[in-house]
């Protein structure tokens, strides 16, 4: 599919799935016969809850730094803890809050868990792992990283919310699966009802948590996604389900400049007067600042930091500011590297009234107000699409469902603005994925220019499809086609062979292109060839396939380049668009 | 003695026959000129020279018609408005006025977008007594008829028209090709609608009570009632019917049909008694459509192909049809003294008109002259008086034969073109006389003396080139069911196959073997195709009656169709989908789909049978199903199942 369709849409939801007020509703009753505790920083204060003393820290403009802490142990996790509100008294500058990072496992229920995976950091096994957590002098440890959205969601909610954690869980990690818990619909509903024990407790503070980079939007090359899917999960959780929700983002958006516009425009978009603080956190960028070097990393990170710094100060939402985010790429930073960062931004804040004399933000306020306007559009387009499709938008455990099981792959192309209007996705802000991809399609372009083949496809029209959810490299192909002159049919993603030829006949086309990476690809080129003449159509089908061709052939053990097998069955697979255009101009 | 009443309509003759229900045997025969102006004059005409004495004998009347075929090549037909929804590309049509509505379902028959309902009211506004007929056409409407059907909805209470919606004609993928089916088959309403009115009138006043089926192009027959419906299922009935009458009259299995009429030959190879169907669907004047008729060969080598001299010295035929000198002199007398008395200069280069040829009126009433040229008006006014030759005329307007432009009269049929043909070749050698000789041979010394042969040397040249043409064709046709597109013949290859006046290399030759007998139909047939017979040294068989063959055929029809639905997995929705005719399905369960579809064909198949008219029918069920050891799937590698109801009744069952 390259656009989810309203049948799809509506078949999300299991039949017979309880009713999500209802089960609200219970939440709800249990509630009051649950303390709320309170972390030590807060016990500490006048204040009565976090999101009190949040609001002091934004009225007195104050820069507030985080960390992301995952310590293989409890008791080391409390320790580092304390190093770096050490490090950063030290350093005189403010350092409240932290997210602590338990491992994986903590998201599964006890019984169901396999302990003889490597684990990078503590599991949470009983509720004094939470109350260790919330007794740290000074601090507010948020207890929201695979609590909510996961299996184990009752016990590890309720418990962080007794330990006092202010957020009681992230809502954007509904998109991960666990192994072995298949049965979602148990624990969204557990999830739901953490939510209704929430909405009791909401004159106290608590509540959810977002991080949009966890979740649709990573998918999506318009930065406006950051901001309509905000929405989404606002009206969720405060709409639907009288639960505080704060947003966190950043991880992968390295432009510095779509950051800082994304926080006035998170900010502007998500404010309400029951919600005056809807953004929690700025979060340092992983995609490209933080690789092996530790040192050099410094130098992109301390640009990124200062932006974040002039754009708190300018858009004074009280966001605090995470430095150092946690990546796969390299390991769960150490005490050390966190600290030396802090010390960089401890520095960044020194000069900053200078910077603020010479960066002028108007381009920034302009693409702040186009994100509100588009991330509107892109939010009301999700809730018109989902209520046309047949849900029922009031109910959450429906709206929960959708989030839970929709196709990511599917995300933009159903729900932009401009797909509705214009039947394509136009970018206004790139995102790193969508730069990458654009990137991508501009040296292909040139490659195409350079050999002379542009408008060499003209009035030929070429399906594409992918048999596997890889929706940028059908992007890229189309794109790299297009300017090669062809007129292009995106057939979309996961597509069966079946529903590619069905398009390509009701279409008239008999130019094909099969995109396939899962290591099928010998498989996928018979299933082609014999879809072909099954047809007995007079069409003179020309098929041409790419990605990764690879298949695990009887006897093997590991997969094998199959191209030239395919190209020997007739399917022409040269992983090489200009070679292909220059097939197809010539056919 | 119960009898069957066949009759046929072609482009030049209405053949019509009797034939003895029990055994086979034609009773009576007749022959009528097709009278292209009111086609049931010719049936009227052809049913008199029957000589029926008991009309009550009559059970049954089987009409095969060129009119569909014709009605489109011409682009007559009703005013037809088009909605589209969600067209792929822009299209030509062949339509009044055309909307396109936003809408979108795929091609498994899910909604992707809304249908823009106030979008389509709004272009069925513009409508609003604009046209004779709406069609509707949806994409993917095969898969899922929701949006056509509701659009259909909505045209019926503003509009007041008959409404065709593209899924109710074909079951097949292909946008284009649906929606051309579509259109072309709302023009075609009234038309078959006048014709099976008027033919009814006619056998009405002979006393024919028994009931009207028509031909269809795959050879099988419906009811008239079904055929105002579907119209477009007509086309193509003449061949068929034709195909049909080859294989009753030969009692052969295998046999190549060469049907060879007034305007074309039309060749079809036959295997195991089995009419070839064109399973993308029949093209007619150049539209592509999705209806599925018999796979013919046309070539435009018919009795009364134009003959004639080109620009570069060699004889040409058709793919023109003209009326033949002899025929034409029956009537005109005079144009066998101007065809004998006024001659072109001999050094004089033909580039386009001919000695021979000549002009008649065919329309002599409403025409809007005002919408002709001066010299155009005077060529009718000259016309008013009989038939003229060309030099006749070019005399009179005082000018160059070729400067008399005359193809606007002849395309909008206010004159038509009589000239030399195979039929006046076969007049002047004396082979075969039915009309006035003397003309046909001052044609062919006209033509002899364009090529400075003598007259005999030359019709011995033209007939052995007519003949030649004729073997190409039925090579070609025979190397196309072999299998070879048509991008690779060669027909430089096929003529030399038989060539024996190539001097240059005479180290190698072609043997061509023909496995069956060529069976030849229609008047012409016998003797020019036992002339293409000996050239390429085959059989060639042409049975008594082949003369009406066409008729035959008409009344061996019977009443068959095949009602299809599609059951699919789709890995997303994990759900089966089941495609029926007019409506989808989803279910949880193969077994489920499975039961219901059976169940449906089966209505499908009653509300069928009960539209033909027929109480008596049989019906198969075959399933076939498609398993696969690919991705995607998660229950038993299954990707489809396609299920067929096969009804099938005698035609004699009908009673309307």
């Known amino acids: ?587 | 003695m119960k009898l069957k009443l066949g009759i046929d309509t072609g482009g030049s003759y209405t053949d019509a026959v009797l034939v003895d229900c029990d055994t086979g045997e034609v009773v009576s025969k007749a022959k009528a000129r097709t009278t292209k102006e009111n086609l049931t004059i010719g049936i009227e005409e052809a049913i008199d020279k029957l000589g029926i004495n008991n009309t009550a004998g009559i059970v049954l009347v089987c009409l095969s018609t060129t009119l569909a075929t014709n009605a489109i090549v011409e682009g007559k037909g009703a005013k037809v408005g088009l909605i589209t929804i969600d067209e792929p590309k822009e299209y030509n049509y062949p339509v009044s006025c055309k909307s396109n509505i936003k809408g979108k379902i795929d091609v498994k028959g899910c909604e992707v977008f809304p249908l823009n309902v106030s979008e389509a009211a709004a272009a069925l506004e513009t409508m609003k007594d604009e046209i004779d007929t709406l069609v509707i056409s949806g994409y993917a409407s095969v898969r899922n008829p929701a949006y056509e059907l509701k659009t259909k909805e909505l045209s019926n209470g503003i509009l007041g028209v008959p409404v065709i919606c593209a899924h109710e004609l074909t079951n097949v993928l292909g946008y284009y090709e649906r929606t051309i089916t579509a259109v072309l088959n709302a023009k075609l309403i009234p038309v078959i609608k006048e014709l099976i009115l008027a033919t009814k009138e006619v056998l009405s006043v002979k006393g024919i009570k028994a009931t009207l089926v028509i031909i269809k192009g795959d050879g099988n027959c419906m009811a008239g009632s079904f055929a105002e419906e579907r119209p477009i299922e007509t086309v193509l009935s003449g061949p068929a019917a034709s195909a049909l009458g080859g294989i009753l009259l030969s009692g052969k299995q295998d046999l190549i049909v060469a049907d060879m009429g007034g305007t074309t030959l039309d060749i079809v190879p036959i295997r195991n008694g089995n009419i070839p169907l064109d399973e993308c669907g029949a093209t007619v004047g150049g539209w592509r459509t999705r209806v599925k008729a018999m796979h013919t060969r046309s070539f435009g080598l018919g009795g009364d192909s134009y003959m004639r001299m080109n620009n570069l010295g060699a004889i040409d035929f058709g793919p023109q049809r003209v009326v033949p000198l002899c025929a034409a002199a029956e009537k005109y007398k005079n144009l066998i003294w101007e065809i004998e008395s006024l001659h072109l200069p001999e050094d004089y280069h033909i580039i386009g008109r001919q000695e021979a040829d000549c002009v008649a009126l065919f329309k002599r009433h409403n025409i809007d002259r005002k919408v002709l040229t001066a010299e155009e008006n005077q060529i009718i006014e000259l016309l008013t008086d009989g038939a003229h030759s060309m030099l006749y005329l070019a005399g009179q307007l005082s000018k160059d034969v070729d400067g008399i432009d005359i193809a606007r009269l002849l395309q909008m049929e206010i004159i038509y073109l009589i000239s030399a043909t195979p039929t006046d070749l076969l007049h002047a050698t004396g082979e075969y006389v039915q009309y006035d000789r003397k003309i046909s041979q001052l044609a062919m010394e006209r033509l002899a003396a364009r090529k400075k042969m003598a007259v005999d040397e030359f019709e011995a040249y033209a007939e052995n080139a007519f003949t030649d043409r004729i073997c190409v064709s039925l090579i070609e046709s025979l190397l196309i069911e072999k299998g070879i597109t048509e991008e690779k013949l060669s027909e430089e290859l096929i003529r030399t196959v038989f060539s024996d006046d190539d001097e240059r290399c005479r180290l190698i030759d072609f043997d061509c073997r023909f496995h069956a007998p060529i069976v030849g139909i229609g008047a012409p047939a016998k003797t020019w195709l036992t002339k293409a017979g000996r050239k390429l040294k085959c059989e060639v068989i042409v049975p008594q009656n082949s003369e009406v063959a066409n008729a035959i055929g008409t009344v061996s029809g019977n009443i068959r169709e095949t009602l299809e639905a599609l059951i699919r997995f789709d890995c997303h929705t994990k759900k089966y989908i089941a495609h029926l005719p007019n409506r989808r399905v989803t279910f949880d369960s193969l077994d489920e789909a499975i039961g219901f579809v059976e169940r449906e064909l089966i209505l499908y198949g009653k509300a069928f049978a009960d539209k033909m008219g027929v109480k008596k029918y049989s019906s198969d069920l075959s399933k076939e199903q498609i398993v696969s050891e690919g991705y995607c799937n998660s229950e038993s590698n299954f990707v489809e199942l396609r299920l067929k109801m096969a009804i099938s009744a005698n035609a004699k069952y009908i009673c309307h």
């Not at chain 1, 003393?53 to 409890?74: C, M, P, Q």
């Not at chain 1, 991960?176 to 953490?194: F, I, Q, S, T």
Request: with cysteine.
């Open chain 1, 1 to 587: 599919m390259a656009r989810a369709s309203k049948e799809y849409i509506k078949n999300l939801i299991p039949p017979g799935l309880p009713d999500g007020r209802e089960i609200l509703e219970h939440g709800r009753k249990i509630g009051p016969t649950i303390k709320a505790g309170r972390s030590r920083l807060v016990r500490d204060s006048e204040f009565d809850n976090y999101l009190e003393y949040f609001r002091d820290h934004k009225e007195r403009k104050e820069i507030a730094w985080f960390s992301n802490v995952g310590l293989a142990t409890i008791e080391e996790e409390v320790e580092g803890i304390k190093e770096l509100q050490k490090w950063c008294k030290k350093l005189n500058i403010k350092y409240h809050s932290t997210l602590a990072i338990p491992s994986t496992l903590s998201a599964i229920p006890k019984e169901l868990r396999q302990y003889d995976s490597k684990n990078t950091s503590y599991v949470l096994e009983n509720p004094e792992d939470f109350m260790a957590l919330g007794d740290i002098e000074g601090m507010e440890v948020i207890q929201s990283d695979q609590v909510l959205a996961v299996p184990n969601a009752w016990f590890n909610g309720i418990n962080a919310l007794k330990a006092g954690s202010y957020q009681v869980g992230c809502f954007s990690q509904l998109l991960w699966n666990y192994p072995g818990c298949e049965d979602h619909v148990k624990y969204v509903a557990d999830m739901l009802r953490v939510m209704g024990v929430l909405s009791s407790k909401r004159s106290e503070g608590f509540g959810v948590s977002g991080y949009l980079d966890d979740t649709y939007p990573s998918y999506c090359k318009d930065a406006i996604a950051w901001v309509g899917y905000a929405l989404f999960e606002q009206y969720i959780a405060d709409d639907l389900c009288d639960v505080i929700y704060q947003v966190n983002y950043g991880g992968l958006i390295s432009d510095i400049r779509i950051r800082a516009a994304l926080l006035k425009a998170l900010y502007d978009s998500l404010w309400r007067e029951k919600q005056p603080l809807p953004v929690a956190k700025i979060q340092a960028n992983t995609t490209r600042f933080w690789d092996h070097d530790i040192e050099a990393n410094y130098g992109m990170l301390s640009q990124e930091m200062l932006m974040a710094i002039l754009a708190e100060r300018r858009y004074n939402t009280g966001a605090v500011i995470l430095p150092v985010p946690i990546t796969e790429k390299v390991h769960v930073p150490t005490i050390e590297a966190i600290k030396g960062m802090l010390g960089v931004c401890s520095r960044l804040e020194e000069n900053i009234e200078q910077w603020e004399d010479v960066i002028d933000f108007s381009y920034i306020d302009e693409m702040a107000e186009v994100l509100k306007t588009e991330g509107i559009k892109f939010f009301r387009n999700m809730l018109d699409i989902l209520d046309d499709s047949g849900l029922d938008i009031e109910d959450p455990m429906q709206m929960l469902m959708f989030v839970k099981n929709f196709n990511a792959g599917l995300f933009e192309e159903t729900f932009h603005p401009s797909m509705k209007e214009k039947g394509k996705v136009e970018v206004h802000y790139y995102t790193d994925m969508g730069r990458l991809t654009q990137n991508m399609i501009d040296e292909g372009n040139k490659t195409v220019g350079s050999a002379r083949l542009e408008g060499k496809l003209k009035g030929k029209t070429i399906l594409i499809a992918s048999t596997d959810a890889h929706v940028y490299g059908l992007q890229y192909v189309r794109n790299i086609l297009e300017t090669a002159g062809a007129k292009v049919v995106d057939a979309g993603v996961d597509a069966s062979v079946q529903y590619i030829f069905d398009t390509a006949d009701e279409e008239g086309i008999r130019y094909i292109g099969v995109s396939t990476h899962n290591g099928q690809a010998l498989g996928i080129a018979d299933q082609l060839l014999h879809e072909m003449q099954k047809r007995d159509s007079d069409r003179n089908y020309l098929i041409f396939m790419g990605g990764r061709l690879n298949t695990i052939l009887p006897g093997h053990s590991e997969p094998s380049d199959v191209t030239e097998m395919i190209n020997r069955k007739g399917i022409l697979a040269e992983n090489n668009l200009v070679k292909t255009i220059r097939t197809i101009s010539e056919s």
